[in-house]
């Protein structure tokens, strides 16, 4: 496949000579490291123009290189965990040509897809998943399992983060104890998005000091099985020589996997001999510590303080990233200067996020309160248990996640949390539909899978100045659980409050006053809504307008007002099927309004997966938009419409 040439792209003869891995089989290591150099400048390239995640890619560029030079892929499943570092390989595997349409509508995704391509055996986006993965398609290998084409080696690259997380833990031992031929790249960069924490991040810096012991204890240990029968008694016994020198990889050797590193994972040669070996020899699961460095190769990622895990549009000389001008705060640092607030005039609140502090604007509370917010790493089901701990100690702890990574933790929510109604505060930020990220990082579930709880109190800001009032709502809440969602970026710019006050819990808000129809909007979409009662007004038709702030409880009053005195009731907000509007037509069944007449239509989420695009394309595709709320009061009032949007 050969490039066209371009002044502004950088020039990757060899590179352009690559259509997928098979013309990487034959090459010199010297030509596989010039591959890996042209594959980082072309990688750099395409996320300037793109944005995306950078530092993870550039710190596996050479790894890549190597796995598709010696494993079979796609025969060989190659399964990257989160697979935000997958760029590199998407080069490699045809799709160079599209590299530039990296998380845009209709174009490559941010992570593997399996509908993408044969390359990418496996949809990731969220961590410690690929060990699991591997060892299921292990299994069906063995079992029989052919597809076409037919299954290989299974191979799976997971971060030190991604390691912390219960899961790959639970797939390394139910592996070790199938004992059967599987891989395990252990991508050791000493940081997923934020610097390590935990004892397991400590014990790999442990192994990489251990360094100068790494021949002898790869010959003494890790490969004692790979050597010829003469060779391997003298082996184990220099084995046990060194057992009380050094540490090395009994962890994981414990969990039954062969342990070989650490190795350096920038260092082409090391990488190659490698892997060879344990692809021509391994019999057993292998555990493979390979030490890189995130951001490699780019300076400007290379000094970021988050080794550019993601970026905004760039310029490739300098590193500066394009952002937009601002004209309100964001709703992640609103939630963070309200929680420092409170903060100041609660000693016992406490704060907890799971790898994500800068993210959630916890970098913010632990620069004021170093002793009051934990970093639990990517341990969602533990952070939220953690939180039920602190909340039963009297400590008053907000779980501060990402809606789509507290799925991870539902079962804890329900068990430690809800039916126990320890008073845990979840902020829970990225509601709704999140863009470039996609289907795997929508907000979409939230409401509907903590509203069914008994005991939980559900909030929903429609603008940053509610979001204040909803801190310190959570914050004087102590009968049970309590959340508060609100979304990616800037606020609509609304007045702030000095400080926040305390909602009456259960209590809505009345906007404006109208006739005939009655929308209710619970979150962000109240903008549009009142976008919409612009449009309607010039119609001829006013709506009434009110911000329901809680679907759980709900203002019951507010509700059956509103269905008494008008004709028609809509609601509206950014969440699947089973939230906020089905709880509202429980209540109108419950209390018999239908019989009496009354149109009801609830506004949600459609009950499909929304690409990734930009918020407001992927909202319009969902058909939330101020053109789709006038329409569908235009259309449960039954009135024609002109040139309507839709049918």
């Not at 399996?114 to 591997?134: C, K, L, N, Q, V």
């Amino acid at each position: 496949m050969t490039m066209p040439p371009s002044a502004d792209r950088p020039n990757t003869p060899l590179l352009d000579t690559i259509a997928s891995p098979a013309d990487l089989k034959g090459l010199s290591n010297r030509q596989l490291r010039q591959i890996a150099d042209e594959l980082r400048q072309e990688t750099i390239s395409a996320v300037s123009e793109t944005g995306g995640h950078l530092g993870a890619g550039l710190g596996v560029v050479e790894l890549t290189v190597a796995l598709h030079a010696v494993f079979d892929t796609p025969r060989d499943r190659l399964i990257w965990d989160v697979s935000h570092q997958s760029y590199p390989h998407k080069i490699l595997t045809g799709r160079r040509d599209r590299i530039r349409t990296l998380r845009m509508k209709d174009g490559l995704s941010g992570f593997t897809k399996r509908s993408e391509s044969a390359y990418d055996p496996f949809g990731a986006a969220h961590s410690s998943t690929s060990i699991s993965a591997a060892l299921g398609f292990t299994m069906a290998r063995d079992l029989g399992g052919a597809p076409d084409p037919a299954l290989g080696d299974a191979i799976a690259v997971i971060g030190d983060g991604s390691m912390s997380a219960g899961m790959a833990f639970e797939a390394m031992n139910n592996a070790g104890h199938l004992k059967k031929r599987m891989f395990v790249i252990l991508n050791d960069n000493e940081m997923s998005i934020a610097p390590p924490t935990g004892a397991l991040s400590s014990y790999l810096s442990r192994l990489y000091t251990e360094a100068p012991f790494h021949d002898l204890k790869a010959a003494a240990k890790s490969a004692v099985g790979f050597l010829p029968p003469p060779f391997q008694e003298g082996a184990k016994r220099a084995k046990h020589m060194l057992k009380h020198m050094a540490m090395g990889g009994t962890l994981f050797e414990e969990l039954g996997f062969s342990y070989l590193g650490p190795i350096d994972g920038h260092d082409m040669e090391a990488l190659m001999s490698v892997l060879r070996t344990v692809h021509a020899r391994a019999t057993g699961p292998m555990l493979i510590h390979v030490i890189t460095k995130k951001g490699k190769g780019y300076a400007p990622a290379e000094g970021a303080a988050d080794r550019g895990h993601a970026t905004a549009k760039f310029d490739m000389v300098t590193g500066k990233q394009a952002k937009a001008p601002s004209n309100a705060p964001s709703y992640t640092k609103v939630f963070a200067n309200a929680l420092i607030d409170e903060g100041l005039r609660d000693d016992k609140i406490v704060a907890v996020t799971a790898a994500m502090p800068d993210g959630t604007g916890l970098n913010l509370f632990a620069e004021r309160f170093p002793k009051r917010c934990f970093d639990v790493g990517i341990a969602e089901q533990h952070g939220v248990t953690f939180c039920a701990g602190l909340a039963a100690g009297g400590m008053k702890p907000f779980c501060t996640l990402y809606s789509t990574f507290l799925q991870r933790g539902y079962d804890q929510v329900v068990h430690d949390v809800a039916i126990q109604r320890l008073p845990v505060r979840f902020a829970i930020d990225r509601a709704g539909l999140v863009g470039a990220d996609g289907a795997t990082h929508a907000g979409s579930f939230d409401v509907a899978f903590l509203a069914n709880l008994p005991g939980f109190v559900v909030m929903a800001a429609a603008d940053e100045a509610e979001l204040v009032h909803m801190v310190a709502t959570a914050a004087a809440h102590d009968d049970g659980p309590i959340a508060f969602r609100f979304p990616r970026g800037e606020g609509v710019g609304v007045d702030m409050p000095e400080r926040g006050t305390p909602l009456e819990i259960g209590k809505g808000r009345m906007i404006q006053t109208g006739a005939r129809v009655a929308i209710l909007s619970f979150g962000t979409r109240l903008a549009e809504v009142m976008e919409a009662s612009e449009a309607l007004t010039a119609r001829g038709i006013t709506p009434t307008v009110a911000d329901a702030r809680f679907a759980k409880p709900l203002d019951r009053d507010l509700i059956l007002q509103l269905a008494r005195d008008h004709e028609a009731l809509i609601t509206i907000e950014e969440g699947a099927i089973g939230g906020f509007g089905s709880h509202v037509a429980q209540l109108l069944a419950d209390e018999g309004v239908f019989d009496h007449g009354l149109k009801f239509r609830s506004m949600v989420l459609p009950d499909v997966f929304i690409d990734q695009s930009s918020p407001a394309d992927m909202y319009a595709t969902a058909g939330m938009n101020a053109a789709d709320i006038e329409h569908k009061v235009l259309s449960t009032l039954g009135v024609a419409q002109m040139g309507a949007k839709r049918a």
